[in-house]
């Protein structure tokens, strides 16, 4: 929850393009959205199964995707 913020300002970001006809930057933001939603919600689901998998990767370096 503590990175939601960027949702807030990516969506500002987005309506002002929009507002400014720049049609393309408003696509890439809205792909930009879906990215970090997505992070967001991995995160937090990553957070809820326990933090010994995050502490275990630290230590280790190993770098993965679920």
Known sequence: MKH????DVLSDLQNFAKQH????LAEHIE???LVA???LAA???G???GADEI???RTTGTIYQR
């Open 4 to 7: 939601e913020w960027m949702i």
């Open 21 to 24: 006809d720049l049609d393309r």
């Open 31 to 33: 792909d930009t959205l």
């Open 37 to 39: 939603a997505s992070e």
């Open 43 to 45: 995160q937090r689901q």
């Open 47 to 49: 957070s809820a199964q």
């Open 55 to 57: 502490s275990d990767r």
